[in-house]
């Protein structure tokens, strides 16, 4: 007489549990699809010296002269808004930007006016973001502009699954955020 | 006749807890379709994060009992017109859902952890973005997994009910 569970094993068919572990290998493959999620994360992409070397030939201005108190409180939010809500930009859900901020699934975003593309810590970029960062792209307002507005467009194969933001109103508000959080 | 009375005890609590982890389970996806939608800084986000971790934590007991049951007492077929073969189909998928359910929390704590939300040590720092971005990504994969899962259970369900004619949603059970 079999037990419950040799008579179990006995009556179950090998393609059940290969149709589960097919699920698995999808599903594995699924969060890197649809979020652009990876599960490793680089601590140094590019060295001080070697953002130096990237930036040294360019005449970029100082985008963080901005004095933080000519904006109202209202102006702020608005920027705030723009930057962290589902409605807005939803940059917030994977950035962050605050200097001493934990990293999330995507760079942080502080100070990333003037810098090249591809050097934040803790991440791992796409090969098409670094061949971006090799091609001499280094992040102004025009460039995060043209990027936000159709981020597959500007750089394609990049791993920011957004659709882009359309209203160039809320694309001005997060880049004078981010220039705001920066200083 | 003992063994008998602990049969039916084992299928009584098995029975229970597949309840519960329904109903739990119910409970985290509204809260997990919810969450994501919260900006980080929103006063909200704390109170739904930390609801999030307490059912999900609940959730992956209840399921390491229920498995821990499932191997004791496999389920045996007790409809008489569905093959044996379909019938075990089905339960091998529910087996693996409650699997998930465990990768789903273990990943979940361990997400918590290096994350910093959730401690074992008072006053111990346990952040580490790499083993976050990693348990992160593993919490995510359990999620499409059992979710997959579970679209494949009503499926087969409802094909072998058509096709064996069992009008009975006890083949689920």
């Not at chain 1, 979020?35 to 990237?54: C, D, H, S, V």
């Not at chain 1, 981020?151 to 508000?173: A, C, F, S, V, W």
């Not at chain 2, 339960?91 to 859902?97: D, E, K, N, V, Y």
Request: aromatic share 14%.
């Amino acid at each position: 007489m079999l037990n419950k569970m040799e008579f179990y094993l006995k009556t179950t068919k090998k393609r059940h549990w290969l149709l589960i572990l097919i699920l698995f290998a999808i599903s594995s493959y699924l969060p890197y699809l649809i979020f652009g999620a990876y599960p490793f994360a680089n601590k140094t992409n590019a060295t001080p010296e070697e953002i130096e070397l990237l930036t040294q030939s360019l005449d970029l201005p100082d985008y963080y002269q901005k004095n933080p108190e000519t904006i109202t409180d209202e102006q702020h939010q608005l920027e705030e808004d723009a930057f962290a809500n589902w409605d807005g930009g939803k940059c917030r859900f994977c950035h962050s930007i605050k200097k001493n901020d934990r990293d999330r699934m995507a760079p942080n975003l502080h100070r990333i006016l003037g810098k090249p593309a591809a050097v934040s810590e803790n991440f791992s970029y796409s090969s098409a973001m670094i061949e971006m960062r090799n091609n001499g792209l280094i992040w102004t307002p025009e460039t995060i502009n043209a990027f936000i507005s159709n981020p597959e467009g500007y750089i394609p194969g990049n791993r920011m699954r957004m659709e882009g933001i359309k209203d160039p109103q809320t694309r001005e508000l997060i880049i004078n955020y981010i220039e705001r959080e920066s200083q | 006749m003992r063994s008998a009375v602990n049969e039916i005890k084992t299928e009584r609590i098995a029975s229970s807890l597949s309840w519960i982890i329904f109903v739990l389970f119910v409970v985290v996806f509204v809260n997990m379709m919810e969450l994501p939608r919260i900006p980080i800084e929103a006063p909200d986000k704390d109170a739904l994060r930390n609801f999030h971790i307490a059912t999900g934590s609940l959730l992956f007991a209840c399921s390491c009992f229920r498995v821990y049951f499932w191997l004791q007492s496999p389920p045996q077929k007790k409809q008489g017109q569905l093959p044996i073969e379909a019938y075990n189909q089905l339960h091998t998928l529910q087996f693996s859902l409650y699997c998930a359910f465990i990768g789903q929390g273990l990943t979940g704590i361990v997400t918590a952890w290096s994350d910093g939300l959730m401690q074992f040590l008072p006053g111990a720092t346990t952040a580490n973005h790499a083993l976050w971005a990693l348990s992160g990504y593993l919490h995510s994969v359990f999620a499409f997994f059992y979710l997959a899962i579970i679209v494949f259970i009503a499926l087969t369900g409802f094909y072998h009910m058509i096709r064996y004619r069992v009008w009975r949603f006890r083949i689920f059970a």
